[in-house]
């Protein structure tokens, strides 16, 4: 069956720009988390989403939301993008919410400049 | 709150030598414990798992055993290859929290 598929790859934007990513979750997941990935921050966690509620939060500012659909695809939003937000940002979908391994996407590189 | 801590790297081993990467955790209840493997340029993928104390985990030679009474979850394996050459993350999940915590990442490079 088809992985969990993030698009775009590659996104370059300008700071100050908004920019939304997707991800599309293996068939049947229900859960969607969202990562950014720095090489000085390591694996840092944003949010999850469950049946198209927000379960968990990070430590974001405001200027990242998310927002998961009826058919479990989620999308995340970076407002007013800010040079520190260059980074790996990965999606990972699991079965339920407890106790299962999740399955990541190959991410999707944003590049501020 | 939950956590997980992972020896810092990077290791590099010679091809054919032995490893060990550290990892303890900290968790209410009893998580499951993940090792996840990320090669260049790609996501995470599950490398192994143990979901209850004293459960071994093992896949492409790796091998990690739950032990509940240190709090570890170390990763071995017997005769590394170049190809093993990647940033391995320890996980937990399952304590309530309804989220995957991972360690730093230890980056390994394997020389031939």
């Known amino acids: 069956k088809a992985g969990v598929t993030q698009t775009p790859r590659y996104l370059i934007k300008t700071r100050g720009q908004q920019v939304t990513l997707s991800c599309s979750p293996i068939s049947g997941h229900r859960s969607v988390s969202w990562y950014q990935q720095t090489p000085g921050q390591g694996l840092q966690f944003l949010f999850e989403y469950f049946s198209e509620t927000q379960r968990n939060k990070g430590n974001f500012p405001g200027r990242f939301s998310g927002r998961q659909f009826s058919n479990s695809r989620s999308e995340m939003n970076v407002s007013t993008l800010e040079l520190g937000d260059s980074a790996l940002y990965l999606c990972?979908?699991?079965?339920?919410?407890?106790?299962?391994?999740?399955?990541f996407g190959q991410g999707t590189r944003l590049t501020v400049v | 709150g939950d956590s997980v801590t992972q020896m810092e790297g990077p290791v590099t081993l010679s091809e054919e030598a032995c490893l060990t990467i550290?990892?303890?955790?900290?968790?209410?209840?009893?998580?499951?414990l993940f090792w996840y493997v990320q090669y260049p340029g790609e996501g995470l993928q599950l490398l192994l798992k143990?979901?209850?104390?004293?459960d071994k985990g093992s896949n492409k030679g790796f091998e990690a055993t739950y032990r509940k009474e240190t709090t570890s979850f170390h990763l071995e394996k017997g005769s590394v290859q170049v190809s093993d050459s990647a940033v391995y993350f320890c996980a937990l999940s399952g304590t309530g929290g309804f989220k995957t915590i991972f360690g730093a990442g230890t980056r390994l490079f394997v020389k031939a």
């Open positions: 990972a979908s699991s079965l339920t919410q407890e106790n299962t391994e999740a399955f």
């Open positions: 143990a979901t209850k104390a004293d």
């Open positions: 550290n990892c303890t955790y900290t968790a209410t209840g009893y998580p499951s």
